[in-house]
Every structure is written in C-alpha cells, then in structure tokens.
C-alpha cells in the first residue's frame, strides 16, 4: 500500500485539476467559440470533436506551466478526506463508547477503576504492538490512576488466536497484564504453546487456565472484539483510543502522546469516554 499510495493520490490530483480546468475551459469555449454560421455553442449543446481537443490542450498546457497545482489540489483533497474520516471517527467512537471505556469483562493494566482509560487494540503476532508493550508499561508504572484496557484482537491467524485465548483466561487468576507483558517482550513467535510455557513461569494454574481459554465467555469476548473493531472501522494493530483520538501504529513518541491525551481529559473532561 505504501507504494500505490503516490500514484493513487496524484491521480486523484490530475482528475481534480483536470475537472476543475475542463469547467473552466468549457465555459471559455461555450462562450468565445462558434459554431457553423457563427452561432456560439452552448456549454449544454455538447462540445464537437474539435473544441474537445481544445480543452484538452489548454489543460494539459496549463498543468505543464504549473505542475504545482497538482500538489495544491491533493492537500486540499487531504484535508477534506481527513476532516471526514476524524467526524466519521468521531461518531464511531460516541456509538460504542460504553464498550470501549465501559466494558468490565476486558482484560486490563492499571487502575481497575482509573479515572482516565486508554485502549489498545493489538495482536501477539505484530511486531508494532511488541514496540508499544514497553512505552505502555512506562505508563502504567509512572501514573497510578490511569486504566489501560486490552482489547485482543488476533488478526495474524490462528497463533495469535491461541495465545490471545491463553492470556485472557490469566485474567482469571489475576495475571493478564503479566502475561501480557512476557508474551510481547518474548523473542520468537507466539502461539497457544508458547504462551502456557511463559504462563507456567508466572506460576499459573495450567489446568485451569485451559479450560478458561477455551470456554465459551472467551470465545464471546474474542467474538465481540472483532465486532467492535469493523464497527470502529480498525484493520490493523496496534490502534490506541483516548477518549475522542486515535493514535494507530506505535509511533517512537507513544508515552508522550498518551500521556498528553491523559492529561488534556483530566484538564477539560472527557467527550465520549
């Protein structure tokens, strides 16, 4: 995707600037050009074959003495696509408030009744999310108030399922965060096996913990993950939800952005949470 995005997005700039010069052209040509007998041609008459070519070379003309345009049009473009995405995001994010920052049954870190919640979207399998295990426990570490709910949402297929399966039911036992943490801090692939090795270690109850992972309630909460992340329109991992924003990937400044969002609920109040 990364790669198409370019040329994508400069299509979409010559489409704009080709449109918004053809209107501007065709109402040149409506006006200023004539049809037989000297009769002018109405922009609704239709352009002949000519006056298309005329159109056609006043814009590409136009577009080569201003390449600039380009660029012009797909900020503005930009902006409005952002605008929309953060008022549909919005919006989203009002309709499922309760089972964002409401939701009892999540696994979490932190503060079980913390009076600011963070949520983080994530998966065992993606490496980002590795990146984000430590800037989170920084935070659950440095503030006492914060609760930070973990919602499992296994995208890289059936391992991740397992160890996400493995983790929730430690929630049982009080451990989550624990395994949590060594799950995303382990080195090398993470599955239903690895995550009982890494359980045992924390001294977990085995038998237990795998009746638990495989018990209905787990299956729903798994089930119900997914629902809330197509409701929220989230296909990948990590994604974080403070209140009304969204930080999706783990950027080098993850701590500092959270840590701000905390801070300005705390100082205006929460919009949505």
Not at 248 to 272: F, T
Request: charged content about 25%; hydrophobic content about 40%; proline content about 4%.
């Amino acid at each position: 995707m990364t790669f198409e995005f370019f040329p994508i997005a400069l299509k979409r700039s010559l489409r704009a600037a080709a449109l918004a010069l053809a209107i501007g052209a065709g109402f040149a040509l409506s006006v200023g050009l004539s049809g037989p007998g000297g009769k002018a041609v109405a922009a609704n008459d239709g352009f002949s074959d000519g006056q298309k070519d005329q159109i056609e070379s006043i814009i590409k003309a136009y577009l080569l003495k201003n390449p600039e345009l380009m660029l012009e049009v797909q900020r503005v473009l930009d902006q409005k696509q952002e605008a929309a995405r953060q008022e549909a995001s919005g919006k989203a994010l009002a309709a499922n408030a309760a089972s964002l920052f409401k939701n009892t049954s999540m696994p979490y870190g932190g503060d079980q009744k913390g009076d600011v919640t963070v949520v983080e979207f994530f998966d065992y399998n993606c490496i980002h999310c590795r990146d984000a295990v430590e800037p989170i426990g920084k935070l659950i570490d440095a503030d006492k108030k914060v609760h930070v709910t973990f919602v499992d949402f296994p995208i890289f297929g059936k391992d991740s399922e397992g160890a996400a399966r493995v983790a929730i039911a430690a929630g049982k036992q009080g451990k989550y965060w624990e395994l949590h943490r060594d799950l995303l801090l382990h080195k090398g692939s993470n599955s239903e096996d690895a995550a009982y090795k890494l359980a045992d270690k924390l001294g977990l109850d085995i038998a237990k913990l795998k009746m638990d992972a495989n018990s209905p309630e787990t299956t729903k909460l798994l089930k119900d993950n997914s629902a809330l992340a197509g409701k929220l329109g989230i296909n990948g991992t990590p994604h974080f939800i403070v209140d009304n924003k969204v930080i999706p990937g783990a950027p080098e400044d993850l701590y500092d952005q959270l840590a701000s969002m905390i801070g300005d609920v705390r100082k205006n109040g929460c919009k949505v949470c």
